[in-house]
C-alpha cells in the first residue's frame, strides 16, 4: 500500500504512518488520519458516507465521516483497489460494565435514530434495506438448524460439538418457534409500514469497538459500513442483550436500558413485543452453529467448542430473561 500516494488523492500529506489493526494510522499535514482499504463497492460507500452527512447535518454530530477526494468522492481509486480515509478519533472503546457509558451509549443511540429518520439515498448508493425481512430470516434459520440436526446425526464419527449440538438443538429450536410465533402475532407488518415512511435507520454494528468515549466522556460513534434502513428495535435488542451477557441476563437492566432510551426516542408497546421476538430469537446458537457446519472459518474444534460453550451456558438465563421481559411487556 502506497500511502503517501493514497493520501495524495485526499488532498493530505504523509507525515508519518504506522499499521493499527485493519487500517493505517497516517499523520499528515491536515491531523491523525486513519487510511483503509476497503472491499465494498462505490455504491454501498455512497450510501453509508451520505447517511453519516445526513446525520450530521441533523445535529448527530460525533461520527467518523468520510474525507472527499480530489474527485469529489468518498473514497479513492488507487492501483485497483478502493480506500477510504476519514479523520482519528481520539478516545477509548466503551466499557459495556460502566455504568456511566452504558448510560451515555444508550443516550447516543437514541439521538443517532431520531436524526437518522428521513433518510433517503441519492441516485447512485445501494439501497440497504432490511424492514420487512424478519419472518423470512427466522424461517430461513430455523431450516438450517433442522439441516444441522440431520447432518450432525447421519455423521458416522461424531465429534464434541457434534454430541452437544445435537443434545441442544432441540432446546434451540423450540426458542425459535416461540420467537416466530411472537413475530407472527405482533404488529410488525404495520410497524415496517411505518419504519418505511420514516426512512428509520439502524447502524447495525453498535457495540464496544465502534463507540469511542473520547476525554470529557462525549461518545462518538464510528464504523458505519453495515448501516442499513432497519428498525430501530434491532439495533437496541442487539445492544441490549451484548451488554446482559455480561450481567447472567439481568432483566432490571435492561429495563433500566430500556428506560433510558426511551426518555429520547419512545417506543409502544408493539415495539417492545418485536424486541421481546428479537430477544427469544436463538440467534447467537445459530451463528455458531452454521459457522461449523458450514464451513465458514478456519477455527480449530477447541475455538468452536469454547466459543459454543459460551452461548450455551448461558441458556436458562436468557429463559429466565424472556419470561421477566414478557410480564413487563
Known sequence: ?????????????VLYSKPLRAVNLTQTDKGLMIIKETCRGPDKILYTHELKEYLFENGFKELDRYLISAYQLPFAVYENRIYIMEKFIE??????TNPYDRKAIIKTLAELHNAGKGYIPPLGAARRNNIGKWTKSYIGKIEDLEEFKKLAGEKRKKGSLDKMFLEDVDFYLEMCWRGFDTLKNSKYHDICKKAETD????????????LIIEPGGRVSVIDFDYSCH?????????????ILKRYSYD????????????????????????????????????????RYYRGK??????????????????????????EGFRKYI
Open 230 to 242: 432497519e428498525l430501530p428495535v434491532y439495533d437496541l435488542a442487539a445492544l441490549i442483550q451484548k
Open 251 to 290: 432483566v432490571d437492566i435492561a429495563l433500566e436500558l430500556l428506560e433510558d432510551y426511551c426518555k429520547i426516542a419512545p417506543l409502544g408497546k408493539e415495539e417492545l413485543v418485536l424486541m421481546l421476538s428479537l430477544f427469544e430469537f436463538p440467534q447467537k446458537f445459530w451463528r455458531i452453529t452454521e
Open 199 to 210: 426512512n428509520a435507520i439502524c447502524h447495525h454494528d453498535y457495540t464496544y469497538h465502534n
Open 91 to 96: 478516545g477509548r472503546e466503551c466499557s459495556f
Open 297 to 322: 472459518t478456519d477455527w480449530d474444534e477447541k475455538t468452536f467448542l469454547s466459543k459454543y460453550e459460551d452461548i450455551v451456558v448461558m441458556k436458562e438465563f436468557v429463559l429466565d430473561f424472556v
Open 1 to 13: 500500500m502506497n500511502i503517501d500516494a493514497i493520501a495524495k488523492e485526499f488532498g493530505c500529506r
